[in-house]
Structure formats: C-alpha cells, structure tokens
Nanobody, 123 residues
Framework: QVQLVESGGGLVQAGGSLRLSCAAS????????MGWFRQAPGKEREFVTA????????YVADSVKGRFTISRDNAKSTVWLQMNNLKPEDTAVYYC????????????????WGQGTQVTVSL
C-alpha cells in the first residue's frame, strides 16, 4: 500500500519560513517524479514544484520561483519543500504527489497523493 505522509505545515507570519516533509512508503521512491501541489479555499489544486527521479531536473511555478525549493533524498524516501518569504497568498493545503510526471505540472502526471498539510500565512 502506497502512502505519502506530509508534515511541517502550520501558521506563520508573512515573510517567515516553513519546511514541509513528505515521507513515502510502499513504492520504489527513486522511480517516481515527486511534486508539490497546493489548493486554496474555493480554488483549483495548482502545481507548485517538482523534482525528477534523480534530482537532476526541477520544475517550479512562477508564483513561487525564488522563494520555494524542492529537494529529495531517495535513500530516505523523502521529499521536502522549503518555503521562504511566505506571503498570505501562499495559504493553502499543500499536497505531496508521486508519478511519472507526464505532464509534470498537472495533476494528471501523478498517481499517488498525500492527505495534505495546511499552511496558513498571516499578515
């Protein structure tokens, strides 16, 4: 049974930082592209960033470029999302996802999803 478990969400003031983690089990972690998506209330789930199987390629949404960094450790079956200079518009539930990434920036590219972790950024 595949499981993706996110952690690290919370409440932070604007300009602050958070680091999300996603621990994977039940799959060959190194065989999957790992991505982060987010969904704000009343909005569609949107792509945030993704990292290739070996970490060699990284894809980032324009809205978070320069502020968010994705990384992975295949030996630990874990992917992280470092979020700096957070803004109120970053408030959302953040989801970790695993897939073949075709395409990498849409939900269709991912087969497995975590339950999500809430990130709230206050003024």
């Amino acid at each position: 049974q595949v499981q993706l478990v996110e952690s690290g969400g919370g409440l932070v003031q604007a300009g602050g930082s958070l680091r999300l983690s996603c621990a994977a089990s039940g799959l060959t972690f190194s065989g999957y592209i790992m991505g982060w998506f987010r969904q704000a209330p009343g909005k569609e789930r949107e792509f945030v960033t993704a990292v290739a199987r070996n970490g060699g390629s990284i894809y980032v949404a324009d809205s978070v470029k320069g502020r968010f960094t994705i990384s992975r450790d295949n030996a630990k079956s874990t992917v992280w999302l470092q979020m700096n200079n957070l803004k109120p518009e970053d408030t959302a539930v953040y989801y970790c996802a695993a897939g073949v990434g075709v395409p990498v920036t849409t939900r269709n590219g991912y087969r497995y999803w975590g339950q999500g972790t809430q990130v709230t950024v206050s003024l």
